[in-house]
């Protein structure tokens, strides 16, 4: 799969190519799904599959802090996508350009000029270019004079449930972990480096690995048993910590500890995953760090049972 950052490194295509444009937040069962059948177009037609996304995404653009919290940053959605059927992944910058841009000189510079679309495949409730003008009713409109054809996404079901990144997230905001995978079809997970925190979890006797969240909110918020990977190709158990730390620091930055049980090692800078698998409870307040201590214990007996109950099952 080939990357290509910008209307800038996009070379007019002479052949054409199939195309789907979305944000591809989580990159759910209802996006995959998208993905196979524009990739079946596009060997009927013996065009290359191209996908379009945005980053920002558009509504961080707009709304700032107040946008909904991703699901993925953009390194953790370039991983998964370069796994499925897509020949190239077009990420457009969203900024003031881009937001003024004439929807119908879009699709005439864009989509017919430079990437020569023969087939385009987006949701019917699609809205794009200045004022949001740009619609599927246009796109049809222009694909009939250019000679493109334009297919809707669908609504994809899971047991009577339209999956969305928004019903995922608002799965994840109410700690149903098993929903938020059922309709991400794989455990929900946060990847980033490793990094130096305050070593405040050491004086306590709970070591923990800090991870960079690079993210301005996010959907989980509280603690949850986990599973680490990327380090030897092994899975690691622990319990994690996402949240602004109200006992010890009460800031407004969202942090994701770590801690590995039965684990000591030096992993600073290494890029892992976290693997979220069962929420224990809320963010709380402790009047002091023994009383934080003391709910460790518990957080950490009880992450172990869950984990235990979900390794037999599985």
Do not use: W
């Not at 019917?124 to 599927?136: E, I, L, M």
């Not at 000679?147 to 609504?155: N, R």
């Not at 455990?187 to 969240?213: F, L």
């Not at 307040?285 to 390794?311: G, T, W």
């Amino acid at each position: 799969m080939r990357l290509i950052r910008g209307l800038s490194h996009l070379e007019p295509s002479k052949k054409g190519c199939v195309l789907t444009i979305g944000n591809f937040d989580g990159l759910h069962l209802g996006h995959r799904a998208v993905i196979k059948k524009l990739a079946e177009r596009g060997e009927k037609l013996a065009l290359p599959v191209v996908v379009m996304t945005f980053e920002p995404q558009p509504l961080e653009y707009f709304l700032g802090e107040n946008a909904p919290s991703r699901l993925m940053r953009l390194r953790e959605k370039v991983i998964p996508f370069a796994k499925l059927p897509v020949d190239d992944l077009v990420i457009l910058r969203f900024n003031q350009h881009l937001a003024n841009y004439d929807a119908e000189q879009f699709i005439a510079d864009v989509l017919v000029k430079q990437l020569n679309v023969k087939h385009l495949v987006v949701g019917d409730d699609f809205h794009f270019g200045k004022a949001r003008r740009g619609n599927f009713a246009m796109l049809k409109d222009k694909g009939a004079l250019f000679g493109f054809d334009v297919e809707d996404t669908g609504s994809y079901q899971i047991d009577g449930l339209r999956v969305s990144s928004t019903l995922i997230r608002d799965a994840l905001g109410d700690g149903n972990l098993a929903l938020a995978e059922k309709l991400l079809g794989c455990c929900y997970s946060v990847c980033g480096r490793v990094a130096h925190g305050d070593k405040r979890g050491r004086t306590i006797g709970y070591p923990t690995a800090n991870i960079q969240m690079f993210r301005k909110n996010t959907p989980v918020n509280g603690v949850f048993a986990v599973t680490l990977t990327g380090i030897d190709d092994r899975e690691f158990d622990g319990v994690a910590n996402v949240g602004t730390r109200p006992t010890v620091d009460g800031g407004d930055k969202v942090i994701l500890e770590v801690y590995l049980f039965d684990f000591d090692r030096e992993i600073y800078g290494h890029y892992v995953e976290v693997h979220f698998k069962q929420k224990i409870r809320d963010e709380m307040r402790f009047q002091s760090l023994d009383e934080l201590k003391a709910q460790i214990v518990k957080d950490v007996a009880e992450a172990k049972a869950a984990l235990a109950n979900k390794h037999h099952s599985s």
